[in-house]
């Protein structure tokens, strides 16, 4: 028999990063809204958000994180200006991101690593389960995973982690964890998890992507938490407590996913996202294709 388990309605974005990959461009501007061909990155993970059905979104902040606040509000005079030149196609873009969802925010004063940040999340979401998005990983729309794994947590209560296979050579870029397999294809059960190992001692290829459907009793948890690699405070380390003692907390599941993502968490891998996205775009992409093709054309004749 199917167990109930309460219906998840917060998403949490953690925000409070640097981004000093980007320097000097985020000197003054944060990462998160760097525009991915005309939309800011942290756009498109609220969107994500809210297509899961997730409307009550809070996002942890930090110093010099303002324009995130100010772009998600109501900006009437540019409203105004649009309305007078007649510009309702404009106008309907710049209020979709004030009418997105219901937003909060709180700061993160001390960065002390992404673990923190989610902490940082407990007197909003309460003893409900969550979700974590964070906003270095764009999922395409037209693969909804979120989704998947708000469906496989309703269904065996715990945490569930989104996870992609990844050349072995990269697994030292991410957090790999130990599955073993489940009736469902595509969902594995989390035995043991390691933050960013050496390809040699990384118990899969598996590595963990930057999306979390979490317990509420992970907050204790991190509370406890010793800061790990890096001198930070591991949401990974608080996962792997969860996946060794499912009696707190319950188990940890994980959600293989094999669709589209978009990396802007590096220089190179940001402009590739664009260029995807672009290519895509009904209004950009049949112009935008045919001028790519010709540039390929030209760098390989003079190379």
């Given at each position: 028999m199917t167990q109930s388990h309460p219906r998840i309605s917060k998403a949490v974005i953690p925000a409070a990063g640097l981004g000093t990959r980007f320097l000097p461009a985020t000197k003054a501007t944060p990462k998160e809204m760097l525009p991915v061909v005309d939309k800011p990155a942290i756009q498109y993970v609220v969107e994500e958000a809210v297509s899961a059905g997730l409307d009550d979104v809070l996002m942890i902040t930090g110093r010099n994180k303002r324009p995130l606040e100010d772009h998600f509000d109501r900006n009437?005079?540019?409203?105004?200006?649009?309305?007078?030149?007649?510009?309702?196609?404009?106008?309907?873009?710049v209020q979709e991101s004030s009418d997105l969802a219901t937003m909060h925010y709180v700061r993160q004063g001390d960065p002390r690593g992404l673990g923190h940040a989610v902490l940082c999340a407990a007197p909003h979401v309460g003893h409900e389960p969550f979700a974590?998005?964070?906003?270095?990983?764009?999922i395409d729309p037209r693969d909804p995973l979120l989704q998947r794994?708000?469906?496989?947590?309703?269904?065996?209560?715990?945490?569930?982690?989104?996870?992609?296979?990844?050349?072995?050579?990269?697994?030292?870029?991410?957090?790999s964890a130990a599955v073993e397999t489940t009736a469902d294809g595509d969902v594995v059960k989390v035995t043991g998890l390691v933050e960013k190992p050496d390809p040699a001692d990384a118990p899969s290829s598996y590595a963990v992507i930057g999306r979390y459907v979490l317990d509420p009793h992970v907050f204790d948890i991190l509370r406890r938490t010793e800061p790990g690699r890096g001198g930070e405070i591991q949401l990974t380390d608080a996962l792997q407590q969860l996946a060794q003692d499912e009696k707190v907390g319950g188990p940890v599941h994980g959600v293989v996913f094999k669709g589209r993502r978009y990396d802007t968490g590096d220089r190179g891998d940001y402009l590739r996202a664009i260029v995807r996205l672009a290519c895509e775009r009904e209004d950009l992409g049949p112009d935008f294709r045919t001028w790519l093709r010709s540039y390929?054309?030209?760098?390989?004749q003079q190379s």
């Open positions: 009437y005079e540019l409203e105004s200006a649009l309305q007078k030149k007649g510009d309702a196609g404009r106008l309907a873009k974590v998005l964070l906003g270095d990983d764009l794994m708000i469906e496989v947590q309703e269904r065996h209560g715990g945490s569930v982690i989104a996870l992609m296979e990844v050349d072995p050579e990269q697994i030292h870029l991410y957090g390929v054309a030209e760098e390989m």
